[in-house]
């Protein structure tokens, strides 16, 4: 793995992976179930998170120059690395349909409502390949840029919400009970999930192996930072019965937001801003997919897989967004044991087997000794 980023640039990808649906419709899937008190459900979840990014670091720092696939090729054989390479291609398959559920119905209810949705599909797809053709680096760059545009609309949806902003809604706390906030904090996970997969797959990648477990978890609490304020806005301003109605409730929000005397649509610059950080995440869907698709086929070079896994992801995608009764159903439903279920479970029996049994040297790993 010739290309290399920096521990920075991983934290903005993390954030990057996390905030458009975080955001977008986790907000309004756990208000309909934890109503006020999807703040404390973002707590949990973020708590759970760390914990998993944490896991699946100390996976990879035990053998510093492979991913999870490799590292599970190494303690079972081949067979089980190319099992768990097809497992991420499954992940990511649902991580890109969720991507495309946030792109394209922002995009539809509330900038372009007349846009065909393929033509949407194929915005994201053509500037994803573009992307990954020219490498983690570049997409790296272009998460850092998507981070100043996350800070930009932080700052500016807090000088025009935070005025409307009624605290009494937060209250009383814990009005749906522990359990059920914890329960409903699953939809949260889900975020976290595709960050912590996309690090198990990049991370030998990064430079600077010393400090990838602290790379690894700020990229989690930054990025709940960035996430954090906007279930207290979104209770605080709607109130959770408003914030569970809306599928995309982030932009209910930005409707209330009123900044100065000259700007009053506010979610056209959201949009705008908004969609680099899921172009990103496209790209980086991408990008993992072709990547577990090159180690499921025993390649070397990801680019002959890059054009067919985003043209399946696409497709995939493309089916979702079709029917909004699917796509919610997808959200609510499927996703949550989905993504959990391969997010959760690999890093834990990979941490658990690896601590009894001792990797053995690859053939590679000789040569290079």
């Known amino acids: 793995m010739k290309t290399k ?3 920075g640039i991983l934290m903005g990808l993390i954030i990057n992976m996390v905030y458009p649906k975080a955001i977008g419709v986790t907000q309004g899937l756990m208000a309909r179930e934890a109503m006020n008190d999807i703040w404390v459900a973002m707590v949990f979840s973020t708590i759970k998170g760390s914990v998993i990014m944490l896991l699946t670091v100390l996976i990879i720092c035990r053998m510093p120059d492979k991913n999870l696939a490799e590292y599970a090729s190494v303690l079972f054989g081949k ?3 190319k099992f768990i390479s097809l497992l991420q291609i499954l992940f990511f398959l649902g991580a890109y349909a969720t991507v495309m559920i946030t792109f394209v119905y ?14 949407l599909i194929v915005v994201a797809l053509i500037v994803g390949v573009y992307g990954v053709f020219h490498g ?14 996350i800070i930009s609309l ?4 807090l000088i025009g919400s935070l005025h409307l902003m009624d605290v009494r809604e937060l209250m009383p706390f814990l009005n749906t009970g522990v359990i059920n906030t914890f329960i409903a904090s699953r939809h949260n996970d889900t975020d976290w999930a595709v960050a912590t997969m996309m690090t198990g797959m990049i991370l030998p990648m990064v430079r600077e192996k010393t400090i990838w477990s602290r790379a690894g978890v700020g990229g989690v609490m930054f990025s709940a930072i960035m996430v954090g304020m906007w279930p207290l806005l979104e209770v605080g301003v709607l109130s959770p019965e408003v914030t569970g109605h809306y599928t995309v409730s982030c932009m209910q929000l930005a409707r209330s937001a009123e900044i100065g005397m000259f700007i009053h649509r506010y979610e ?3 949009v705008a801003f908004f969609a680099i950080t899921s172009l990103v995440q496209t790209m980086i869907c991408i990008l993992c997919t072709s990547q577990a698709a090159s180690q499921l086929f025993g390649l070397k070079d990801i680019r ?10 696409s497709a995939f995608g493309y089916w979702i967004v079709l029917d909004k009764v699917r796509a919610v159903e997808l959200l609510e439903h499927v996703w949550p044991v989905w993504a959990l279920s391969i997010a959760i479970s690999l890093p834990v029996i990979l941490y658990i087997v690896g601590l009894f049994i001792k990797p053995r040297p690859t053939p590679s790993d000789r040569e290079t000794a």
């Open 304 to 313: 002959p897989m890059i054009i067919p896994s985003a043209l399946v992801l």
């Open 136 to 149: 983690l680096e570049v997409l790296g760059r272009t998460a850092l840029v998507g981070v100043f545009a």
């Open 79 to 81: 067979w089980v690395g």
């Open 106 to 119: 922002h995009m539809l209810d509330y900038f372009l409502p007349e846009m065909p949705v393929l033509l």
């Open 268 to 270: 056209m610059i959201m």
């Open 154 to 157: 932080n700052v500016l949806i």
């Open 5 to 7: 980023i920096t521990n």
